[in-house]
């Protein structure tokens, strides 16, 4: 062990900032209430959940992550969110319908009447099948970006909590290809006087976050954080930063499935996924321009995994299509279809079929509590900059210029499970495991 890494406790209180309070928002918080109060368990949630071996397999060290890392405490989050629309997290959870009204809501109802979002800073032009009237007055970018630091400074200052976090769990904007104007902080500046429709909101609200020393976790695949100079502006002033777009039903299954197939060298023909989901979400994303937004975010991942240009006689010749389908009777209920054409020893065609039934925001909810936490976690740690080992929560990771993402979901665990043994000062476990054969004593 080389560097000793010391992390500041988790003291006080947290302040949860989430942009959005829609189904996934409000499941969570729901969710994080129910579970403090012991009437549901947080399933899904490697901090609450989750152990972690430590040492050599013979030491039978298996904690529980939260009793390894110091994470903050349930009962320590204060919430705060920014919404288009003016309902409560009480409203808001029984609209989206994720949860049982009776087991769910009411029993928690009195907290989450109190959970009133602030004017969103919002443009209907990045997701026009938003049309919700709770919004901040003063128009132009530049009083939208004062108004978030505002709503931030406030937030802090009446509730009295010690650290912040943002996540955003809002719509998905229209598609956005980065350029000139996000290179660096003098260009957006200027965009941002200029009111350029290259600033959506979702990056002014990352940009307030980063000039408040607030770290930002990004649930959506919008650019949000993911520009060039907010990516050194969070490395200079030691702000934790993740992105893009919660890894939760199809893709978490591709994330899987592909790496099964390379490590096998097995072919692939095709991947045709499929998906009805009748949400807001999916609303929004019945929209095009929000939509590409999204499909870029989940194109990417087999490319990425099989990598055609050293596999191609493999995976040279890949057809692969994502669509979503807005279909109201299912609400959350999103059904993900894949077929799978693969194809093995001298060329024989198989196929693979996958149908899940999911329910989106009860997966998202888990991963969004553990972005907050562990984005708290590295900011405590000093670990400014964009966090790699939360790789393992997103669809579109975040990484430093020039690397391409792990899109692995084991690679991206075990990336993570190392980054929390190593800010701890344990052993890395590199599996080789000669010592026990080596030098069994
Ligand atoms: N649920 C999942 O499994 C999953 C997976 C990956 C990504 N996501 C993403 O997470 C986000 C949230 O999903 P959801 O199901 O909760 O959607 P939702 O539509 O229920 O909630 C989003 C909320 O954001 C609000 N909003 C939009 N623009 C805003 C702005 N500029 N400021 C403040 N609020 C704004 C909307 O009014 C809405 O209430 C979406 O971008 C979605 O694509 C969800």
Redesign the pocket.
Known sequence: MSETRTIAPAEGKLGVLT?????????LIAGVELAKRGQGQPIGSMTQMGTIRLGKRTEKRTPLVKDFVPLTRLEDIVWG?????P?DAYV?ASR?GVLEQGKHIEAISDVLREIR?MK????RK??RN?D?EHIMEASGKRAMLNGIRADINRFRDEKKVDRLVMI??????IFIEPGAEHETVEAFEKAIDANSDVVA??ML?AYAAILEGVPFAN????LAVDMPFLRDMATEKGVAISGK?????QTLMKTVLAPMLKARQLGLAGWYSTNILG???G???DAPENFKT?EESKLGVLEDILDPSNNPDLYGNVFHKVSINYYPPRG?N?EGWDNIDIFGWMGYPMQIKVDFL?R??I??APLALDLILYSDLAQRAGLGGIQEWLSFYY?SPQVAPGLHAEHDLFVQLEKLHNTLRWIMNEDQITHLGREYYDDPS
Do not use: I, M, Q
């Not at 942009?19 to 499941?27: D, N, P």
């Not at 649930?219 to 919008?222: A, I, K, T």
């Open positions: 942009v959005g309070l829609g189904a996934v928002a409000s499941t969110a920014w919404d288009v629309f309902d808001a989206a979002p969103a800073a919002f443009e990045y997701a938003l919700g955003w769990c809002a719509s998905t904007e909101p979702s609200y649930g959506s695949p919008n777009d919660f890894k939760t039903g949400n807001r979400d609303e929004v994303l999204k959350d999103k999911c989106d925001s997966l998202a669809k």
